[in-house]
């Protein structure tokens, strides 16, 4: 049997490599890796390769960024050849990037079967270009394979036959547990000088956060006001730089320590010994929950509704004083003697060999 995956985008890399390695452990399975090259710099791409042990990919199609049209046509186009000539039995796509709808659907209209890892996730927010890819990636899909409960429910109620979906369980949750120990030993909080210290870390990138002016002050006036009582630690994304230099932000920053974007391991590194973590991503919703770390979501929905219900998450709207109140009571919270959240099912380090018992048993 032959499995060919595919990964673009920075947030695919995590979920990629624990079903990649559980893949190489099963006798007789061949494995391709097709990069789309959505993400291309070596801080959005290749240190991820690095940092998760992703063997280099057979085929990058090298697309690049562009508008949401160009970016899911080029992959289209550059996949459609890669697949005829490798012809896999399962084309398996990941999360919900503009890379998983595009080959999902040459896949399917070729007659391979495509199986979807991180299926059912639903944010209800088809403003939200994600959602938009969730929606149509499992629509088109074969196998279903969900990392919590939550998107069984989302699946079945969409009228999507019950023998398509499979539970397995959270993948990223594998690469966290998998690598945890190695990102300790980044020592990324010593190496920034806050080690021992209070400090909150943040990520911001959603087009909604960002792409507009008025957004993304109020979330940057949050930063400085919260640098103000501890060192805020900021990973800045691509499309958030170009937005904060074109808008002529930097001097709501003045206070805030500015880092480019990081790799995996130092991410975790961080992220296990911060106070509090602000972000917009749906990857640190989740991490933050293994973890045990409080996260604020600043966002008004999450695909991930378990991080809020068993987990350390909280949705806050993107406005300066909102936040400032949310970041109090999480700092309240904390001083009580904090919050031990529980873990969702199947969020057990074991998601990926699940993965592949689906792929690779009979239904
Ligand atoms: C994409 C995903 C988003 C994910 C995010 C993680 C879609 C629709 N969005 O958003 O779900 O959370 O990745 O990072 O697929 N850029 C670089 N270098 C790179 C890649 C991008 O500088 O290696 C810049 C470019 O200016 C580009 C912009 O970032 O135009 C946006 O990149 P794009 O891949 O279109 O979307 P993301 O915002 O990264």
Redesign the pocket.
Known sequence: MKLLHVV????NFMKAAPVIRAGRAKPGLEQVLVHTG????RA??DTFFADLELPEADENLGVG??S?AE?TARVMLGFEPVLDAHRPDWVVVYG????TVACALVAVKKGIQVAHVEAGLRSRDRAM??EV?RLLTDQMAHLLLTPSRDGDANLLAEGIPAHRVRFVGNVMVDTLLHLRARARERRMASALGVEGREYAFVTL?R?SNVDESQPLRELLGSLDDLAKRMPVLFAV???TR?RITEFGMDGLLERVQLLAPLGYLETISLLDTATLVLTD??GLQEETTVLGVPCLTARPNTERPVTITEGTNRLVPSHRAAIGQAIESVLAARQAGGFRPGQPEGWDGRAAERIITALTDPM
């Open positions: 673009g985008a920075r947030p959505q993400h291309y710099d959005m791409s960024s562009g949401h970016q919900d990037v503009n890379s270009p994600e890819n990138h087009p994304h691509p499309r170009k991503s749906g």
